[in-house]
T-cell receptor, first 116, second 114 residues
């Protein structure tokens, strides 16, 4: 079945520093990857969508300058949280879609970011 | 914009009780509807989806029927177990845009007591 791995599972960084997280699709090629942040209140915010052969599209309130994303191939994506502050804490989830004609999105376990 | 509303924030049941979690949506076009379940420390797992009116999705004893007339996709299970305790999310994806963007409800915490 489709599997999505995320690394690291947990990370702690000092306020003002940056951290990078990775997302790997195993057993399938992800034609699109979506990065979400799940707040402590459990709501989901879409950060950006990265679709193969298209530019990465960021949602309002999220920018490339703050959350640069790399999507070099159909099985791997990474995102960096630059200059992290307290409001950036949460569970960062990667959702990968199998194909352009597929609506299912499979999620990794997430990277939990704590900012001190 | 698109939105998903889950009426219940928390549901507490005993084992073998009947479960209903209400989900209503607002979207342009004909969205695909999903139910996801999230266990502690894990990402959301897809339960099932439905893409057209009157289509029923089901998995692990859970089911929901797409109702375009009432813009609903209520989750039901006839007999819950303690292992069903988790957070359940209703979500939609607008296939017309074909972006893969999911819009989630706020989630319903289900606690099942033995």
């Amino acid at each position: 079945g489709a599997l999505v791995y995320q690394y690291p599972r947990r990370t702690i960084c000092k306020s003002g520093t940056s951290m990078r997280m990775e997302c790997q699709a195993v057993g399938f090629q992800a034609t699109s990857v979506a990065w979400y942040r799940q707040s402590p209140q459990k709501t989901f915010e879409l950060i950006a969508l990265s679709t193969v052969n298209s530019a990465i599209k960021y949602e309002q309130n999220f920018t490339q300058e703050k959350f640069p994303i790399s999507h070099p191939n159909l099985s791997f994506s990474s995102m960096t949280v630059l200059n992290a502050y307290l409001e950036d804490r949460g569970l960062y989830l990667c959702g990968a879609r199998l194909g352009l004609g597929s609506y299912e999105q499979y999620f990794g376990p997430g990277t939990r970011l704590t900012v001190l | 914009g698109d939105s998903v509303t889950q009426t219940e924030g928390q549901v507490a049941l005993s084992e073998e009780d009947f479960l209903t979690i209400h989900c209503n949506y607002s979207a342009s076009g004909y969205p695909t509807l999903f139910w996801y379940v999230q266990y502690p420390g894990e990402g959301p797992q897809l339960l099932f989806r439905a893409s057209r009116d009157k289509e029923k999705g089901s998995s692990r004893g859970f089911e929901a029927t797409y109702d375009k007339g009432t813009t609903s996709f209520h989750l039901r299970k006839a007999s819950v177990q303690e292992s069903d305790s988790a957070v359940y999310y209703c979500a939609l994806s607008d296939p017309g845009a074909n972006t893969g963007k999911l819009t989630f409800g706020h989630g319903t915490i289900l606690r099942v007591h033995p």
